[in-house]
């Protein structure tokens, strides 16, 4: 039976899964929502994942949660292209760069994202307080809707903002330090850490964020030989929405001097 994925075209977390799911020639029927027109908070959908989040796995009736979890998943279960070093030392480092996404690094991308350019969408879906509560009421899990009750108002100005922005200068920095020893994030063998981290990176760049990283040759090499891959064609590529990356390109130049005033002055603090 075929595998099935419920997925977002410009998801970072769906692109993760499909990335994996490319490299390691899995065929895959897909399902894709439209989160901004609330199909994730559709009864059809909470059925399959109560959370109203995407990407979710369907395998021959087992449901999949999780990004890192469904990418381990398809790497336990699926023979050929592996992606987790054989030596231990060297899959610790690998698990270590999926925790640190979980443990705080996926929802700063998320600030960054909605605080830039997001919001706006959903400013014009939503143009009064009234429809926005109303959206934010259909929002399940109760950090999640916090999380839009602060940005969306507030913008560049809300604090998870200064924060996304400082915990990603030191990812950026901890990034260009594995690479300039190795030619990947877990060592020498291309690992599920590279296809974690390389949407978030793109993310990054599709904001107009770029010169994050000029000082950094390394990351920009990798995500040359990332985006060289046919797998990234593929899952990344294809996908892309250019009403999104129109979104995100034209607010992310608006919002590229408040983006260098905060970390100047990470820099000067530090």
């Not at 793109?202 to 090499?221: C, E, G, K």
């Not at 891959?229 to 999104?244: C, H, M, R, S, V």
Request: charge should be negative; hydrophobic fraction near 45%; aromatic fraction near 10%.
């Amino acid at each position: 039976m075929m595998l099935e994925l419920y997925h977002n075209d410009m998801s970072v977390c769906a692109q993760k899964v499909r990335l994996v799911l490319e490299y390691k020639g899995i065929p895959w029927q897909g399902h894709h929502l439209n989160l901004r027109a609330g199909d994730q908070f559709k009864p059809s959908f909470r059925q399959i994942n109560a959370k109203g989040l995407v990407p979710v796995l369907v395998d021959d009736g087992a449901v999949i949660t999780e990004s890192n979890a469904i990418i381990e998943y398809l790497e336990d279960t699926v023979e050929g292209h592996p992606l987790r070093p054989v030596d231990a030392a060297l899959r610790a480092k690998m698990r270590g760069w999926l925790i640190r996404l979980d443990a705080g690094l996926h929802e700063h991308v998320a600030a960054i994202s909605f605080c830039v350019a997001f919001r706006h969408q959903l400013l014009q879906r939503y143009p009064d307080t009234e429809q926005i509560e109303r959206f934010i009421d259909q929002i399940p899990d109760p950090g999640r809707a916090g999380f839009m009750r602060d940005v969306l108002p507030n913008g560049v100005a809300s604090k998870r903002f200064s924060l996304a922005l400082y915990s990603y200068n030191q990812l950026l920095a901890d990034m260009d330090d594995a690479l300039q020893q190795r030619a990947w994030l877990a060592g020498d063998q291309l690992s599920l850490a590279d296809f974690s981290y390389v949407p978030y990176i793109d993310r990054l760049d599709q904001l107009q964020l770029s010169f994050w990283w000029r000082d950094r040759p390394a990351i920009a090499d990798w995500l040359e030989r990332m985006r060289g891959l046919p797998a990234y064609g593929t899952a990344i590529q294809q996908w892309n929405n250019n009403d999104y990356l129109q979104l995100m390109a034209g607010h992310g130049r608006e919002s590229a001097p408040e983006v260098q005033r905060v970390l100047a002055a990470l820099v000067t603090e530090a």
